[in-house]
């Protein structure tokens, strides 16, 4: 099982055995229910359908529904899906909680950040603009962005204004500094994607080792 779903709480702090202060995201990750089992003789590779967070029957479409209960499961407002090894043993209704992290010192996190709106080149992408001295005309714009007569076009890919944020993003090898499983709570070192409340993938670090 590689992850979870998880919601972001907020930031805050604790200290090590050395007195040092640690700033750490609080996630809640989990509990989350096992919705569909994919099997690589069916589907052609072995991955669940986990579903996190409590939703009313009245928001969701019937066919989803429905398979919340055929197996007797309570409608899940969010809903993804995690592979899993060959040897791994989950059927539909199991539940998982943030314990599956017992043992592993990274994680990365999977989130979408905060959306800026409409923003110029200076915000965007840190353009220095114009002289900002008495009788300059061009503070905050973008500046010339052709190539004259040959191309006579716009490049590709030129910084100019326009959407800033909400994107998916991927937070790698973020130190595991506490997991309080009473809670299902897991506290990860330094900042996540997304402000608090926001919905994120929770997942066992791929370019660090699993264990500590």
Known sequence: MTGLLGKKIGMTRVFDEQGRHLPVTVIECGPC????????????????????????????????????KKFNISPKQHRC??????????????????????GVSHVDVVGVTKGKGFQGVVRRYGMSGGPMTHGGHAKRKTGAIGCGTIPGRVYKGRHMPGHMGHVRVTQQNLKVVQILGQDNVILVGGSIPGHAGTIVMVKKALKKGETT
């Not at 089992?37 to 529904?65: H, I, M, W």
């Open 81 to 102: 899906e995690f592979r899993l090894g060959a040897d791994d043993e989950y059927k539909e209704g199991d539940v998982i909680n943030v314990s599956l992290f017992e």
């Open 33 to 68: 229910v096992v919705l569909q089992r994919k099997r690589k003789n069916k589907e052609g590779y072995n991955a669940v359908q986990l579903g996190f967070g409590d939703t009313r029957e009245s928001r969701l479409k019937k066919p989803v529904l429905a398979a919340f």
